[in-house]
């Protein structure tokens, strides 16, 4: 069988491909024609987020039987197409979510103390001292809008830093939220009461430009924090915000453009952090994910769950 890898992923995970007799071959630059042509003898097509697996690429390999997204958002793959094709798709739900609720964490206390802009003014030379003053998180209350398996990481970690949990997420139960010591309300509730905003839904038609102008008029001075996706928070609605001072300020690591999104109005607000969607940027969880992808991949094949 042919294994084809069109993103970079960890090495663990190419070893496990590699120490079968299925062959391996990664596409890393690959795009239009050229993908076209190399998904079409392809039994297994391997991605992170940088491949769109269009229902054009699918048509392209008719032997594929499964794609794997090393990761967990799925929103880069048409699974319509792929169910119309008998393809499997497969993500790695869990290997990342360490990661992706640690780099939330440091996004929250990244935008509440500032600490990109502080570090490049001295890096410029310049002691700014009186001109950072920031908030504490200890006390204050977080809203978390999305409470699976990052949300749910992300509010045990600032539980303990001493905030106070409240939940938007329609598909948990009472009881799960109550476990994490969160209390469940609407979105509206959650956005009022929020000093922190931190959003971990999946990109959907039900969740695209959840929040926008009319919800961030809610927030009065709250920070809010996305490394969920972009597509989920209207970036002129949030840079806007934050000019106006409606939002204290935010941290971005996803954007509705990637890679570079040059056109945000994010990218010119001060008082907004940004990092280029780097969640699932560490080496343990790019292990995790690529062996977790690899090792699906040669289920399928087998025929097995
Ligand atoms: C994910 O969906 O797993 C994350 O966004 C990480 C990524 O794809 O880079």
């Not at 802009?117 to 950072?132: D, N, S, Y």
């Not at 009319?214 to 009065?220: D, K, R, T």
């Not at 924090?225 to 690591?253: H, P």
Request: charged share 25%; proline share 4%.
């Amino acid at each position: 069988m042919k294994v084809l890898v069109t993103d970079p992923i960890s090495d663990a995970g190419l070893d496990v491909l590699r120490d079968t007799d299925h062959e391996v071959a990664t596409a890393y630059d690959a795009a239009g024609e050229t993908l076209l042509d190399a998904v079409a003898d392809a039994n297994a097509l391997i991605v992170r987020s940088g491949t769109e697996v269009t229902r054009d690429l699918l048509e392209a390999a008719p032997d594929l039987v499964i794609v794997g997204r090393a990761g967990i958002g799925v929103d880069n793959i048409d699974i319509d197409a792929a169910t119309d094709h008998g393809v499997i798709v497969a993500n790695a739900p869990e290997g990342n979510v360490r990661a992706a609720a640690e780099h939330t964490v440091a996004m929250a206390f990244a935008t509440a103390r500032s600490i990109p802009q502080a570090h490049t003014r001295l890096k410029g030379g310049e002691w700014a001292k009186g001109e950072f003053l920031g908030t504490e998180l200890n006390g204050k209350t977080l809203g978390v809008v999305g409470l699976g398996r990052v949300g749910q990481e992300v509010a045990k970690k600032l539980d303990s830093v001493g905030m106070e949990l409240i939940a938007f997420d329609p598909y948990i139960s009472e009881e799960r939220a109550e476990q994490l010591g969160a209390e469940l309300a609407d979105l509206e509730t959650t956005l009022e009461r929020a000093d922190v905003l931190t959003i971990h839904t999946p990109l959907t038609p039900e969740t695209a430009n959840m929040i926008g102008e009319a919800e961030l008029a809610e927030m009065e001075g709250g920070y809010v924090v996305n490394c969920a996706r972009g597509g989920i928070v209207d970036e002129a609605a949030l840079a806007e915000a934050v000019d106006d001072g409606i939002v204290a300020g935010a941290a971005l690591d996803v954007f509705a453009e990637e890679p570079l999104p040059s056109d945000s109005p994010l990218l010119e607000v001060e008082d907004v952090v940004v990092t280029p969607h780097l969640g699932a940027s560490t080496e343990a969880a790019q292990e995790n994910v690529a062996v977790s992808t690899a090792e699906q991949v040669l289920a399928a094949f087998e025929g097995e769950p």
